[in-house]
């Protein structure tokens, strides 16, 4: 094997056992809110369970971000694993001996949603740890892809496990893959967490000096402090890299003005046409199905030079499809709109993660990924929560419109003046680096 390629069977090694990992946890968290909602038809108590790993892990994922530029990343994503298996089997021994309580389902995807929380911003930490950065983009691709089709397919596995078996043998499918997880990692080799450099202070760049791949991330070296420091360094690093400032609101305007929309497709397609199971199935498969498309695309074509040009364009098109889907009068079309939706979304969704990776200095690398995991799992929730009273009671067209019209605004406004990322091949050779904004 060549020079060139020597990371590779360490990379597929280390994303296979995350990838069967995802599989366990994804077939029993459907399984567990799936089963609370059709053996309580309670609708507050479904809400709560749905909500119950999704919250607790994107709080956690601030003290899990820290964690991993203090601690061993593939100690913390072991011991994470681990952990969550050992709930599980305490929670599949209290339902097999007739214990299904709505509060002992949801505390245990609690404590899922923590080890989540731990795990995710390590694991993210690890990648760029053992990936050349010329090639971060491409296998952020291709795995963003592999969840992907996760999600599509566990959603119908996990009902067939509800028909054939009890609900809690169903639990020991996450300890199985766990195990196998923990097995992969335990036997490969993770660089160990990078510590902080000496402060030096004579070397901070002007403020309105270009913050280019390599620039930004020496001066985050030389200038950001350690581990001890918690989130802060991490949150200063963030606000004062015009490039990953710009990400970070384009990922805002994503999670907080265009996703609302589409997580309430399920509410728009009963509302407005008729209670079809078969177009919420569509809107699924349409979705996820060309995300997977989508992913591979972007791996096979490297994506635009400019990171920050794709981001922009790809969060003006879902947006666009937002107004779209608003308009149209026909069923089948608001479907179909779901396949160019997923086209594009690794132009943003897996984007804007490789951009914080390589940007980010190795010493701050898990809080901020812990820091873009907030972002993603809690801004959504709390937008739909705050606007729940309002969908109820006006139009859904109305709302899409509205939200996708927002959206097409603010990626306007941050349009700007938007200072470029360049990807790490164009700086390598010479390239632009990005400029202030």
Not at 33 to 61: K, N, Y
Not at 406 to 412: K, M, N, P, R
Request: charged residues 10%.
């Amino acid at each position: 094997m060549s020079a060139e390629t020597s990371w590779l069977p360490r990379v597929a090694w280390f994303l296979s056992g995350q990838a069967v990992s995802l599989i366990g946890s994804s077939v029993v968290a459907y399984a567990v809110v799936w089963h609370v909602a059709l053996t309580t038809h309670d609708v507050v108590g479904f809400t709560v369970v749905a909500f119950a790993a999704m919250v607790p892990q994107g709080l956690m994922s601030l003290v899990g971000g820290v964690w991993a530029d203090r601690f061993s990343r593939k100690a913390l994503v072991i011991g994470a694993d681990a952990v969550v298996a050992l709930v599980t089997v305490a929670l599949a021994v209290a339902v097999l001996s007739g214990n299904e309580s709505l509060w002992l389902l949801t505390g245990a995807l609690v404590l899922r949603g923590i080890g989540g929380g731990v795990q995710v911003p390590a694991v993210a930490a690890i990648l760029p740890s053992i990936t050349p950065a010329k090639h971060l983009l491409r296998v952020n691709s291709v795995f963003g892809s592999v969840q992907a089709a996760v999600l599509l397919v566990v959603p119908a596995v996990a009902a067939v496990l509800l028909v054939v078996w009890d609900m809690g043998w169903i639990l020991f499918v996450d300890v199985a893959t766990a195990a196998v997880a923990i097995a992969i990692l335990a036997v490969l080799t993770v660089p160990p967490t990078a510590q902080a450099p000496a402060v030096l202070p004579d070397t901070a760049p002007a403020a309105d000096e270009p913050a280019g791949l390599g620039t930004a991330t020496a001066a985050g070296q030389a200038h950001a402090p350690g581990a001890a420091g918690g989130m802060g360094p991490a949150w200063r690093f963030v606000l004062s890299h015009p490039g990953l400032r710009r990400t970070g609101w384009l990922v805002l305007v994503m999670t907080g003005l265009v996703m609302p929309g589409a997580m309430l497709a399920p509410v728009v397609v009963v509302r407005l046409y008729g209670d079809s199971t078969v177009l919420l199935a569509a809107v699924e498969i349409g979705y996820a199905g060309a995300f997977i498309v989508g992913g591979l695309i972007l791996a096979a074509w490297g994506g635009m030079k400019n990171r920050m040009t794709m981001m922009l364009v790809v969060t003006a098109a879902w947006a666009g499809f937002t107004v779209m889907q608003g308009v149209v009068p026909w069923a089948l079309v608001y479907v179909a709109l779901w396949i160019p939706w997923g086209l594009v979304g690794p132009g943003l969704v897996t984007v804007s993660t490789t951009v914080m990776q390589q940007e980010t200095p190795a010493h701050l690398l898990g809080r901020v990924m812990g820091l873009l995991q907030v972002v993603m799992l809690l801004v959504t929730p709390v937008v739909l929560l705050a606007v729940a009273p309002l969908v109820a009671v006006v139009e859904p067209r109305a709302f899409l419109v509205v939200s996708g019209v927002a959206g097409l605004v603010a990626t306007a406004v941050l349009a700007r003046r938007a200072p470029p990322l360049f990807a790490p091949d164009e700086l390598s050779t010479g390239g632009p680096a990005a400029g202030a904004g």
